[in-house]
């Protein structure tokens, strides 16, 4: 019986594991299969209990010795560490530091990479993807000695499995020149969630006239845990920035729960949120495009709802 080793790309928040890396690690487990969590300049220690829960069995604490954001070294640390440990399959998230760090891996193992997958078949080395707006599902079927594959975050929810995991300690040393220094890098300040990670997301559209009245949605996301996205009109406006956009030129989508506020719900809004478990729609045009597709709609007009909301959302709090 063969045993696939199954690298799991592990990225933190705030000194803890992302949620959708558990999902991630759902996805990954089977029979013959033993999950490698990789820890890349953070605390293996800290992950541990959250990663045992979930089914990994081993955490590889790789220490680039670099202080900051770094992909060329981390990824080559990552690939250090997967010719080590005789890893075969390396899952990621389909996040900002994904987005950076996979195609490197790649490219430096010359293995074939898919990013953004819904679907994941290990044993049979497939995998599905949307394409064109979502409306196509592509099956993807790998081929080569390694696979890296880029999973879209809350695809999969996380089931629990407990085990015990062992921590091995894996310094890169060999800090070569990458060609290029980072001098700085810099946060939006607001520290807030990426997107496609939330579990509830409220979006802001041109029905909401201006990036002042986000404020509104800001306020009801606060009561709700949940983050704030925008439509492509919002973000061409300067309203907010471009990493609120959901759509087909924005970030992917999957929570369970996506309310659009002030949206038409034009395709290339759904293609970045039509997976969502349930829509909810606030619009003043009941034959808005949105209405026909969503769960629960709200006809009116915003600037009333959303304070009623509001009110709702506080005096739940307060029970
Ligand atoms: C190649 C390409 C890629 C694109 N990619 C994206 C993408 O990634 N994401 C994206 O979102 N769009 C994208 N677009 C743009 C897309 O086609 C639409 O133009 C856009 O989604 C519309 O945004 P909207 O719904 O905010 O605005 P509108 O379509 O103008 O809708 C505004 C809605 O607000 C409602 N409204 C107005 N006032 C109020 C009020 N007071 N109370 C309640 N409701 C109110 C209106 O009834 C209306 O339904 C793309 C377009 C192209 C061509």
Redesign the pocket.
């Known amino acids: 019986m063969i045993i696939q080793s199954i690298g799991l790309l592990i990225e933190f928040k705030d000194g803890r594991v992302k949620k959708a890396n558990f999902g991630m690690a759902t996805a990954a487990r089977g029979e013959n299969r033993h999950l490698i969590a990789l820890v890349v300049d953070a605390s293996a220690a800290e992950a541990k209990a959250s990663l045992e829960a979930y089914g990994v069995a081993r955490i590889i604490n790789i220490c680039t010795g670099k202080q900051g954001w770094d992909p060329a070294i981390q990824s080559a640390a990552v690939v250090a560490a997967f010719e080590q440990f005789e890893i075969t399959n390396l899952i990621g998230l389909t996040s900002p530091a994904g987005r950076e760090l996979l195609p490197r891996i790649a490219a430096r193992l010359d293995a074939p990479l898919i990013m953004d997958c819904t679907e994941i078949d290990l044993d049979g080395h497939r995998v599905k993807t949307s394409q064109y707006s979502g409306k196509t599902i592509a099956t993807i079927a790998l081929t080569g000695r390694h696979f890296i594959y880029g999973i879209r975050a809350n695809v999969v929810t996380p089931k629990k499995a407990p085990t015990e995991a062992d921590i091995i300690e894996f310094a890169f040393e060999e800090n070569r020149g990458t060609g290029y220094q980072v001098l700085e890098t810099r946060s939006d300040g607001n520290g807030a969630q990426y997107l496609a990670e939330s579990d509830i997301i409220i979006s802001?559209?041109?029905?909401l006239?201006s990036g002042e009245n986000f404020k509104m949605l800001f306020e009801c996301a606060r009561e709700m845990n949940a983050s704030v996205g925008?439509?492509?009109?919002?973000?061409d406006n300067g309203w907010v920035p471009y990493a609120m956009?959901?759509?087909?030129?924005?970030v992917k989508v999957n929570p369970k729960v996506y309310i659009?506020?002030?949206?038409?719900?034009?395709?290339?809004?759904f293609?970045?949120m039509k997976t969502a478990k349930m829509i909810i729609a606030?619009?003043?045009?009941a034959n808005?495009?949105?209405m026909a597709n969503c769960d629960y709609y709200a006809v009116?007009?915003?600037?009333e709802?959303l304070p009623e909301l509001k009110k709702q959302l506080d005096e739940h709090r307060q029970g």
């Not at 925008?230 to 973000?235: K, L």
């Not at 659009?260 to 809004?269: D, F, P």
């Open positions: 802001g559209g041109r029905g006239k925008a439509s492509r009109v919002a973000v956009q959901v759509g087909q030129t924005g659009a506020v002030g949206i038409s719900g034009s395709v290339q809004h293609a970045g606030i619009n003043s045009d808005a495009a949105i009116g007009d915003l600037f709802i």
